[in-house]
């Protein structure tokens, strides 16, 4: 005769009482977990001044590669150039082409750095406004340029051209008269003269020929009036403020 096992309930397996959470998880634990959380929040707390150093810094060269090789703002600092360009106007001049030899044309509008006995043009709204520090910001290229040492003028004449003037203002190259951007403005009065223009420099006036301080006024300069080539910064390729004056030069 075979047995059965008796029908009914199964008798559990004796278990000991739940894990107490504190026995699993001793206070020493926690103590080192906070702890290790302090260190990753400091060590977080300290990354975060280098990442903004090392964002700043490459912001800062980055703009003065900009600077150097591709382009650069100006303001313009007097009214010589109207009205082609007016006084406070930011002009963004190309400094990119003339590391491939581009080299400027008469009719280029060129910004370019004061030679020798040229007086700075600086008017009292360009004056106006400095603050310690400008200068430093101007020289990062976060601030358009107004020191009243870099100019702008229209290249009329390039090495080896024939530039006259008359005592009425009228100036002709190789024979043939340069008019002013505004057909038939006053010319600035002076001394005739002949001038051949040197290898490797530019004749340069203003717009405004009544107004302007440009080769004319220097024509004893050792060169005829002329500004090396290498003194030019760039070439100015369009007005980028104010937005009501937006436009090619």
């Known amino acids: 005769m075979r047995l059965s096992a008796p029908t009914g309930r199964r008798r559990r397996t004796p278990q000991g009482p739940a894990p107490d959470r504190q026995t699993v998880l001793p ?7 906070r702890r290790l959380a302090r260190r990753v929040r400091r060590r977080r707390a300290g990354r975060a001044p280098r990442r903004i150093a090392a964002a700043l ?14 382009a650069q703002v100006f303001v313009i600092p007097s009214g010589s150039m109207e009205p082609t360009l ?19 044309a008469r ?26 520090g400008k200068a430093l910001l101007t020289s990062l290229g976060l601030l358009p340029v ?30 043939a008269v340069v008019e002013p951007p505004d057909a038939g403005g006053a010319g600035r009065a002076a001394v005739p003269f002949r001038v051949t223009v040197p290898a490797g420099r530019l004749f340069v006036l203003g717009d405004n020929r ?11 300069n050792g060169h005829g009036g002329s500004i090396p080539e290498d003194a030019v910064i760039g070439q100015a ?13």
């Open 107 to 132: 009719g280029d509008v060129v910004v370019f750095h004061a030679p020798e006995g040229w007086s700075p043009q600086r008017t009292t709204a360009a004056s106006e406004g400095r603050f310690p």
């Open 57 to 70: 810094g490459g912001s800062i060269l980055l703009t003065l590669l900009v600077k150097t090789f591709v």
């Open 27 to 33: 206070e020493h634990g926690r103590a080192e977990r």
């Open 146 to 175: 107004d020191d009243g040492t870099t100019l702008i003028k229209r290249v009329v004449a390039v090495g080896g051209d024939t530039v006259e003037g008359d005592a009425a203002g009228s100036v002709r190259v190789n024979g």
């Open 210 to 220: 009544g107004n302007s301080a440009d080769s004319r006024v220097h024509l004893d």
């Open 237 to 249: 390729v369009a007005v980028a403020w104010p937005t009501a004056h937006w436009r090619t030069v």
């Open 86 to 104: 007016r006084v406070g106007d930011r002009v963004l001049a190309d400094t990119f082409t003339r590391w491939f030899g581009s080299t400027p």
